[in-house]
């Protein structure tokens, strides 16, 4: 498949400040269509498009700042890049800064923030924070402790495939948390 010819005109695009076209050049040198793989020149064109507010080109900043992935790791920028797309409603950075509150990575520990942004792509349907959400309640973190409410978010997760989700249900059947024993 020929990659030159999109990305000539991603490139027309990119250069006059088309968020979108700067973040499909990024794409292009991540994956290595059309051009060497460049993780320095990924992160400089997903940062050109962060900087225009597209959100999936703020979680990628996030994300390549959290692994060190062309930059230099810094995790402090990755969560205030995770956040300007978490606020803009993604689902996957959600979770993510879900899992940073939950596990003191560079804030300070909260299970009831943490509980929040789970529940905020939870309710959008993405399924790991479905389960996260069963989980916070099966275990009274950061919200009361709830096994029906486990049980009903366990089984949104576990309905899509969520493998976590299933064993979940499986050991709540199992010992009769919230539900009848089997």
């Known amino acids: 498949q020929d990659h030159e010819k999109p990305l000539e005109w991603f490139l027309k695009a990119a250069h006059q400040q088309n968020a979108l076209c700067q973040n499909f050049v990024g794409l292009m040198y991540e994956n290595g269509y059309g051009v060497e793989q460049n ?39 990755a969560f205030e890049w995770c956040m300007k797309a978490a606020e803009h409603g993604l ?4 979770t993510k800064i879900g899992l940073m509150y939950e596990y003191g990575c560079v804030v300070e520990q909260n299970h009831e923030k943490a509980f929040e942004w789970y529940m905020k792509a ?4 993405f399924y790991k924070a479905q389960m996260k959400i069963g989980k916070a309640y099966f275990l009274g973190r950061g919200v009361e402790l709830n096994y029906l409410e486990a049980i009903k978010w366990y089984k949104k997760a576990a309905k899509r495939g969520n493998y976590e989700a299933q064993g979940h249900l499986g050991t709540m059947y199992a010992d009769g948390d919230g539900i009848q024993k089997d």
Not at 52 to 72: D, R, S, W
Not at 122 to 125: F, K, L, R, Y
């Open 39 to 77: 993780s320095e020149k990924e992160f400089e064109w997903f940062l050109k498009a962060a900087a225009l507010n597209l959100p999936t080109a703020q979680m990628k900043i996030g994300f390549m700042y959290g692994n060190g992935c062309g930059v230099e790791q810094n995790y402090e920028k």
């Open 122 to 125: 939870a309710e959008q349907g």
């Open 91 to 94: 689902p996957a950075v959600q």
